[in-house]
């Protein structure tokens, strides 16, 4: 079984402190994607990354990185210099990279505040 | 381009009725896929459809819930006698191929209260 874990339910930040949010997988599968999805207050949920499980290369878009670490299952995103606009439900997600069935399998997700 | 679209964006329904959900997926999309997000949750899996044959529906919590896709493109998600537990936003995502590196585009949702 798959399984997804963001232990903070909520952060509250001041702008411009960086954040990082955490999640923890489990799963049985040697190769599997990960991801980390937003969900800003109108409810749609915008992909941010993704992932393959043979890939621990770090990752540094902008002001987002993402920090993989197989050996701990975990894949924690960082913001830097976080912004009002930040303020969302932050989704990690997995999926297995065989089969036939690509659902997403979610965490509860992050509430992150920022504030001004 | 047009993201995914669903409708409506919010149904109230009283106990017992059935509602139907539709999803537009992009265009071209040969994946979708339906989920179901309880308030405070993440987005759980119902069911998943390659063009127009439904691969999976593990994810359906009863028989009373149904989803069809006949012609590949547009999806309905039906529930019928509804109940309060059924309340939550519902969310559809599609997917330009059917690997698992491609991304899931997810539409805005339809939020469902039963009353």
């Known amino acids: 079984a798959q399984k997804v874990t963001q232990a903070q339910t909520e952060i509250s930040v001041v702008e411009k402190e960086d954040v990082t949010l955490d999640c923890v997988y489990e799963?049985?599968?040697?190769?599997?994607?990960l991801f980390w999805y937003k969900q800003p207050p109108s409810g749609e949920l915008v992909f941010l990354i993704r992932?393959?499980?043979?890939?621990?290369q770090n990752e540094i878009s902008g002001r987002y990185s993402w920090n993989f670490q197989k050996s701990t299952s975990s894949f924690n995103f960082t913001i830097t210099a976080s912004q009002v606009v930040d303020s969302a439900v932050y989704f990690c997600?997995?999926?297995?990279?065989?089969?036939?069935?690509?659902?997403?399998?979610f965490g509860k997700g992050t509430l992150l505040t920022v504030n001004p | 381009g047009a993201g995914v679209s669903q409708s409506p964006r919010y149904k109230v329904a009283k106990r017992g009725q059935d509602v139907a959900l539709r999803c537009d997926p992009i265009?071209?999309?040969?994946?979708l896929f339906w989920y179901q997000q309880a308030l405070g949750q993440g987005p759980e899996f119902l069911t998943y459809?390659?063009?127009?044959?439904?691969?999976?529906k593990s994810g359906l919590p009863s028989d009373r819930f149904f989803a069809e896709r006949p012609e590949g493109s547009v999806s309905t998600l039906k529930i019928q006698r509804t109940q309060q537990e059924d309340s939550a936003v519902y969310l559809c995502?599609?997917?330009?191929?059917?690997?698992?590196?491609?991304?899931?585009?997810f539409g805005p949702g339809t939020r469902l209260t039963v009353t």
């Open positions: 799963t049985r599968d040697t190769t599997y994607y």
């Open positions: 459809f390659q063009n127009e044959a439904q691969l999976d």
């Open positions: 265009s071209g999309h040969v994946s």
């Open positions: 995502a599609s997917s330009t191929h059917q690997g698992p590196s491609y991304e899931q585009y």
């Open positions: 997600a997995l999926r297995r990279s065989g089969g036939s069935n690509y659902k997403l399998t």
């Open positions: 992932r393959n499980s043979f890939d621990e």
